[in-house]
């Protein structure tokens, strides 16, 4: 195991009695070629998205690997191909992070459209001055039209919550490659991504990350959304061509951005990103909240159990 996890989850595993556990408990991401020596031999892997797991991984882990579990719902960070040549299943977690996900989302959705960065520094700065009617002013979200990139789970449940922000006027639509049968009961209407891009005033990235999605969002892109658009990313970071997001800014494109994952992780503090005031970027905890990760750490514990016990997994990939 590559990590502490929540307590009640590692408990589960502790108590295992038919498997010797090795654990990575240094409180960072395990240093790569640590990482190759400690993998020798080992039936199960129960790693992070910080961990890289590629053929050279499991060239080292060698023969006897029978499971990978990765404590995340997404597995971008996995070459599935090598894993299937091996026939190694992967557990991942998906359901569990959904509204965590879906409460950060809207949480920066807010942030962002309001300008609270902005708003937080200025108290803190000293430059709060007396009430004015025309400082600060943000975006409202009554009668505007949402777009949600990726109406899978997380997407699904974005825009359910954020459906009373809009009203009745308001409207929410979506671009996916599939037509999803839950957009109906959410009043969501599919359309072609370019028209997504024309007609959004809060365009939301809720999809997985896959050669597809891979830096989706780039300048040609930024040039075809309204000048306001607030535009929050909580999927992956290279979903955004990160370059083309500061030119997009420092020629004055988009109104706001609010980004719960960026490239790299963790972001230096020198990064342009950072200079633009109308950015607010935390650092991917979509899903830190001890409910939900405690839950993640028990399937991912459940995964990788199962998987060297040679039972099927709770929740593998497909
Ligand atoms: C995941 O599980 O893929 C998330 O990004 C973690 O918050």
């Known amino acids: 195991m590559l990590r502490t996890i929540p307590s009640k989850s590692q408990k589960i595993l502790e108590s295992a009695k038919d498997i010797e556990l090795i654990h990575w408990n240094e409180g960072n991401v395990i240093p790569r070629e640590k990482l190759l020596e400690l993998a020798k031999g080992v039936d199960g892997i129960l790693c992070m998205l910080t961990e890289k797991i590629d053929s050279e991984l499991l060239d080292a882990a060698g023969p006897n690997l029978k499971v990978v579990s990765t404590l995340s719902v997404g597995y971008d960070h996995v070459d599935l191909n090598e894993l299937r040549k091996r026939s190694i299943p992967l557990g991942y977690t998906p359901g569990v992070l959904t509204d965590a996900t879906a409460d950060i989302t809207v949480m920066l959705v807010l942030a962002s459209a309001r300008r609270m960065r902005e708003g937080i520094r200025a108290v803190e700065n000293g430059r709060w001055c007396k009430w004015d009617p025309t400082w600060m002013l943000g975006t409202q979200l009554t009668n505007k039209t949402i777009g949600i990139v990726g109406l899978g789970r997380i997407g699904s449940a974005t825009a359910l919550r954020l459906k009373p922000f809009i009203g009745n006027e308001g409207k929410i639509i979506y ?50 959304m309204k000048k306001n658009v607030v535009l929050v990313n909580t999927a992956r970071g290279k979903i955004i061509r990160q370059e083309d997001l500061c030119r997009a800014l420092s020629e004055g494109m988009l109104g706001s951005v609010g980004l719960d994952v960026c490239t790299p992780e963790p972001l230096d503090q020198k990064d342009p990103l950072l200079k633009f005031d109308r950015v607010t970027v935390i650092p991917h905890i979509g899903s830190a909240t001890l409910e939900t990760r405690t839950l993640m750490g028990n399937i991912a514990v459940k995964n990788v159990l199962s998987g060297v016990r040679g039972e099927p997994l709770p929740h593998s990939v497909k």
């Open 175 to 224: 671009s996916s490659r599939t037509e999803k049968s839950e957009a109906a009961s959410i009043g969501a209407i599919k359309v072609e991504f370019d028209v997504l891009l024309r007609d959004s005033d809060v365009i939301c990235i809720c999809c997985a990350m896959n050669e597809e999605t891979n830096e989706m969002f780039n300048y040609e892109v930024f040039k075809k």
